[in-house]
């Protein structure tokens, strides 16, 4: 079972940028499909972000063209570039390594503990 472990959250003013990092042990990183989801108070945690075994990305409308995922085999990393950020992605956000079909990406039950992401406006 791949354990995941997030970082890169804090508090940041709105337009403004963080990075999130999330590195995976315990599995064949190369060989999953990693998502960032996001949940805010009171909201279902829900998909941002998807980056597949070849490379292809998907996003959730409100995130394109602001956020970028990208991934390092290399260091069994995945990251989330957020760019002219928004009060409304205050979240806690997790990654995940999954599996997908036809693009679509379907989380398995292992999470990291995620970090905090604040943006004030």
């Known amino acids: 079972q791949v354990q995941l472990e997030e970082s890169g959250g804090g508090l940041v003013q709105a337009g403004g940028s963080l990075r999130l990092s999330c590195v995976a042990s315990?599995?064949?990183?190369?060989?999953?499909?990693m998502g960032w989801y996001r949940q805010a108070p009171g909201k279902q945690r829900e998909l941002v972000a998807a980056v597949f075994v070849g490379g292809s990305t998907k996003y959730a409308d409100s995130v394109k063209g602001r956020f970028t995922i990208s991934r390092d085999n290399a260091k069994n990393t995945v990251y989330l570039q957020m760019n002219s950020m928004k009060p409304e992605d205050t979240a806690v956000y997790y990654c995940?390594?999954?599996?997908?079909?036809?693009?679509?990406?379907?989380?398995?039950?292992?999470w990291g503990q995620g970090t905090q992401v604040t943006v004030s406006s």
């Open positions: 995940n390594a999954g599996t997908y079909r036809f693009m679509i990406f379907y989380p398995s039950d292992s």
């Open positions: 315990g599995g064949i990183f190369s060989g999953k499909a």
